[in-house]
């Protein structure tokens, strides 16, 4: 599907004048390919998913969710939280509205869990990588789902709402009524914007992962991953799940870093269970929580996620392996 840019990334190299066969060479082609790889499909999937988001107003969710049976309460939190491109200081914010609106504190931890472990550009991105494809991109996503959902179920059954610290609900946003036309070019031009803001957001945590990834490539000899994170390790899943809590990133910066690890040979539990912890258990989200979770539920929700990205860890080493 890219061959092209992985071509170009190739003929750049070589003009350069490095071998594609020398460590030097294979680093430089994996940068040059994977950067406008990435940044081309982030682009395209902000623009689109925000076609969608632009229609998606704080208390349009609300009402998609309020009154819903506990199972579709669930599912439709987790669709939403996952085609919604929110970051933590904004999926937090709306996590207290819901909370504020009525609706059942699982179905809004379910949304909190899943806004940040699911990504649709970790899927375009699983979809394309050879060493993954469409089963690990669905792999992902199953996953994700369910963590997400026996979160949400637990919060429940376990009246987790009593350790909240605060349920304040943000403003709410003004929405005028336009004409059709308005409304079509408006949408396009926020999700056009939105992408580029984006882009210009997250591009440095971008470039900086392409730089790890592309040194890890070149360098670092398949032999290191397959003796600290391959499958006869038996530790390797928890220390994946573990050594992702400190490092702070999004899944786009973290993606190029991901590929490394398929390509040389790290089992899909383990290098999903990295991609997890990485994106939805960082210290700055944590941090964030602390000011409207108590630390007793923050803990619980901690050791829920760790044990749950360790367990599908394991599994998924065992049924794929």
């Given at each position: 599907m890219f061959n092209f840019i992985?071509?170009?990334?190739?003929?750049?190299?070589s003009k350069m004048g490095l071998s594609l066969q020398a460590k030097?060479?294979?680093?430089?082609?994996?940068?040059?390919?994977d950067f406008f790889k990435i940044f081309l499909l982030i682009y395209l999937t902000l623009f689109i998913v925000s076609l969608f988001r632009y229609q998606l107003a704080p208390e349009k969710i609300k009402e998609y969710l309020v009154g819903?049976?506990?199972?579709?309460?669930?599912?439709?939190?987790?669709?939403?939280?996952?085609?919604?491109?929110f970051c933590s200081c904004s999926s937090?914010?709306?996590?207290?509205?819901?909370v504020a609106a009525g609706i059942p504190f699982g179905i809004a931890m379910?949304?909190?869990?899943?806004?940040?472990?699911?990504?649709?550009?970790?899927?375009?991105?699983?979809?394309?990588?050879?060493?993954?494809?469409?089963?690990?991109?669905?792999?992902?996503?199953?996953?994700?789902?369910?963590?997400?959902?026996?979160?949400?179920?637990?919060?429940?059954?376990?009246?987790?709402?009593?350790?909240?610290?605060?349920t304040e609900?943000?403003?709410?946003?003004?929405?005028?009524?336009?004409?059709?036309?308005?409304?079509?070019?408006?949408?396009?031009?926020?999700a056009n914007d939105y992408a580029f803001i984006t882009i210009k957001e997250i591009g440095l945590y971008v470039i900086l992962g392409l730089i790890i990834g592309a040194f890890m490539h070149g360098y670092i000899p398949q032999e290191?991953?397959?003796?600290?994170?391959?499958?006869?390790?038996?530790?390797?899943?928890?220390?994946?799940?573990?050594?992702?809590?400190?490092?702070?990133?999004?899944?786009n910066s973290v993606l190029p870093i991901v590929q490394v690890l398929l390509m040389k040979g790290v089992p899909v539990g383990t290098t999903l269970v990295m991609l997890m912890s990485i994106t939805a258990i960082s210290l700055p989200e944590l941090i964030m929580l602390n000011r409207i979770l108590s630390w007793k539920i923050l803990a619980?929700?901690?050791?829920?996620?760790?044990?749950?990205?360790?367990f599908v860890g394991y599994l998924l080493n065992a049924i794929m392996g």
């Open positions: 992985e071509q170009f990334a190739n003929f750049i190299t030097s060479g294979i680093a430089v082609s994996f940068f040059i390919e819903k049976r506990a199972f579709w309460g669930y599912f439709l939190a987790i669709l939403l939280g996952s085609v919604t491109p937090i914010p709306l996590f207290l509205g819901f379910a949304f909190l869990i899943s806004s940040p472990l699911i990504s649709e550009v970790a899927v375009l991105l699983l979809l394309i990588t050879p060493q993954a494809g469409w089963k690990v991109a669905a792999v992902y996503i199953l996953v994700g789902a369910v963590i997400s959902i026996c979160g949400g179920w637990l919060c429940d059954k376990f009246n987790l709402k009593r350790y909240l610290k605060m609900e943000p403003q709410q946003k003004c929405s005028c009524s336009i004409s059709i036309s308005e409304k079509i070019r408006s949408t396009f031009i926020y290191f991953f397959v003796k600290y994170l391959g499958s006869k390790n038996i530790f390797a899943v928890p220390m994946a799940a573990i050594v992702g809590i400190p490092i702070y990133a999004n899944h619980m929700f901690v050791g829920f996620l760790l044990l749950s990205f360790i």
